[in-house]
């Protein structure tokens, strides 16, 4: 048997189960577009009973199967512990909010199983991601989906040339109730099987439960923005700012009965910083700064230039404007103040549907943080803020 032309990454859901659907039927009408199925072990079971990685096999299984496509199996989980992992932890014990899936596209789906994939012969892999690609003057571009409440170009900012120039996104555009009646009228073991939410190996456990494992909890106190003892947490690194679930603050002598939300956290004492009211004027900032960021194109459009972005999953675009450092960072200002802006998140810029590529979030203006960063320079005036711009420290 020849070599695949083309692989899908089955992830054993609705949506890399439509996406060989589409590449089989090609495949019919042009027998040059061979298509094949690859299942990618990212997690190791940590006997939780928790992981899903067995059910989601043998529905890919059946897929490729209903679909009479060949399936091949690769166990990346030594690679996602080491490049994804890994990180994710020295980031929560940091004090700051990581966005796994973003590594995961680049260390493990668009890395290691393009490299099977090439291994076995194939020359593209293909996704069920909601993004589209298109070839422009020579150059690869990323694009959102049609399906604006699906885009998930967020998630793949951090791919280039050589992997968009090798990759297809078969639902980019479709929506996703085509997506289900396809998988329906196929007779797909997963049209009606519920999408995963959340981080893929922590699954539908407690979040806090599966973090203690590798962080221990150290309880700390709970105080207002201006020192106010109101409680007791279980752990800064739980908690990220605007979060609201999960703080069990009742009734406060002296406060009015209105919802606690996360504004600040200061990792060097265990304290978590809460106020009242969504719209906190502690959550809201106006500039940010970033790592060293990545260009889809390989490199920024200019030193200075005026786009829109995202500092979180599924936000509305927001006007900015963007500076890049001698370093390579970023500085950011908005035109409107952004609310609960989170170092460790990802900053991803735009042009209309492009997606020019992004940055993890080292840095915000926001009140608290700021007089954070204040404090500590004064303490130690020798000290730096880690893989942030040199003018964090001016602000």
Same mark, same amino acid.
């Given at each position: 048997?020849?070599?695949?032309?083309?692989?899908?990454?089955? /992830?054993?859901?609705?949506?890399? #189960?439509?996406?060989?659907?589409?590449?089989?039927?090609?495949?019919?009408?042009?027998?040059?577009? /061979?298509?094949?199925?690859?299942?990618?072990?990212?997690?190791?079971?940590?006997?939780?009973?928790?992981? $899903?990685?067995?059910?989601?096999?043998?529905?890919?299984?059946?897929?490729?199967?209903?679909?009479?496509?060949?399936?091949?199996?690769?166990?990346?989980?030594?690679?996602?512990?080491?490049?994804?992992?890994?990180?994710?932890?020295?980031?929560? %014990?940091?004090?700051?909010?990581?966005?796994?899936?973003?590594?995961?596209?680049?260390?493990?789906?668009?890395?290691?199983?393009?490299?099977?994939?090439?291994?076995?012969?194939?020359?593209? +892999?293909?996704?069920?991601?909601?993004?589209?690609?298109?070839? $422009?003057?020579?150059?690869?571009?990323?694009?959102?989906?049609?399906?604006?409440?699906?885009?998930? #170009?967020?998630?793949?900012?951090?791919?280039?040339?050589?992997?968009?120039?090798?990759?297809?996104?078969?639902?980019?555009?479709?929506?996703?109730?085509?997506?289900?009646?396809?998988?329906?009228?196929?007779?797909?073991?997963?049209?009606?099987?519920?999408?995963?939410?959340?981080?893929?190996?922590?699954?539908?456990?407690?979040?806090?439960?599966?973090?203690?494992?590798?962080?221990?909890?150290?309880?700390?106190?709970?105080?207002?923005?201006?020192?106010?003892?109101?409680?007791?947490?279980?752990?800064?690194?739980?908690?990220?700012?605007? @979060?609201?679930?999960?703080?069990?603050?009742?009734?406060?002598?002296?406060?009015?009965?209105?919802?606690?939300?996360?504004?600040?956290?200061?990792?060097?004492?265990?304290?978590? +910083?809460?106020?009242?009211?969504?719209?906190?004027?502690?959550?809201?900032?106006?500039?940010?700064?970033?790592?060293?960021?990545?260009?889809?194109?390989?490199?920024?459009?200019?030193?200075?230039?005026?786009?829109?972005?995202?500092?979180?999953?599924?936000?509305?675009?927001?006007?900015?404007?963007?500076?890049?450092?001698?370093?390579?960072?970023?500085?950011?200002?908005?035109?409107?103040?952004?609310?609960?802006?989170?170092?460790? @998140? /990802?900053?991803?810029?735009?042009?209309?549907?492009?997606?020019?590529?992004? %940055?993890? +979030?080292?840095?915000?203006?926001?009140?608290?943080? %700021?007089?954070?960063?204040?404090?500590?320079?004064?303490?130690?005036?020798?000290?730096?803020?880690?893989?942030? /711009?040199?003018? +964090?420290?001016?602000?």
């Amino acid at each position: 048997m020849s070599a695949p032309r083309i692989i899908v990454g089955m /992830s054993g859901g609705v949506d890399s #189960s439509v996406a060989a659907l589409i590449l089989r039927d090609q495949a019919m009408a042009d027998p040059s577009r /061979s298509v094949a199925g690859l299942f990618m072990t990212n997690w190791a079971d940590d006997g939780s009973g928790d992981c $899903r990685a067995e059910d989601d096999r043998r529905d890919a299984v059946a897929v490729c199967g209903r679909l009479g496509l060949p399936i091949h199996f690769r166990d990346f989980s030594g690679e996602y512990w080491a490049g994804v992992f890994e990180h994710f932890l020295a980031e929560y %014990a940091a004090g700051r909010t990581p966005n796994p899936d973003v590594l995961c596209n680049r260390e493990i789906k668009f890395k290691h199983f393009l490299d099977a994939a090439h291994a076995l012969g194939a020359e593209f +892999i293909a996704t069920g991601h909601y993004a589209r690609v298109r070839e $422009r003057d020579g150059e690869w571009q990323l694009l959102r989906a049609v399906d604006r409440s699906k885009d998930q #170009s967020y998630f793949l900012h951090q791919l280039g040339q050589r992997q968009l120039s090798a990759t297809l996104f078969p639902l980019g555009e479709l929506i996703k109730t085509d997506v289900r009646r396809m998988a329906a009228e196929a007779g797909l073991p997963t049209a009606a099987k519920k999408d995963s939410t959340g981080i893929c190996f922590i699954g539908e456990r407690d979040f806090r439960e599966f973090l203690s494992q590798y962080l221990p909890a150290k309880t700390g106190p709970m105080v207002t923005p201006d020192g106010r003892r109101i409680g007791e947490h279980p752990g800064v690194f739980y908690f990220t700012l605007g @979060q609201r679930e999960g703080l069990h603050i009742g009734g406060v002598k002296g406060f009015a009965a209105a919802p606690w939300f996360v504004v600040g956290k200061r990792v060097r004492d265990n304290t978590l +910083i809460v106020d009242q009211g969504t719209d906190s004027p502690y959550l809201f900032s106006t500039r940010l700064w970033t790592e060293a960021a990545h260009w889809i194109a390989g490199t920024a459009p200019a030193t200075r230039f005026a786009c829109t972005a995202q500092t979180r999953y599924r936000q509305q675009d927001e006007a900015c404007e963007v500076v890049v450092e001698t370093d390579g960072t970023l500085s950011v200002s908005f035109e409107r103040p952004q609310r609960a802006v989170t170092p460790g @998140q /990802s900053l991803v810029l735009y042009r209309d549907e492009v997606c020019l590529g992004g %940055a993890v +979030i080292a840095a915000t203006d926001a009140p608290l943080e %700021a007089a954070e960063r204040a404090a500590t320079l004064a303490a130690d005036s020798s000290e730096s803020i880690p893989s942030a /711009s040199p003018e +964090i420290a001016r602000t």
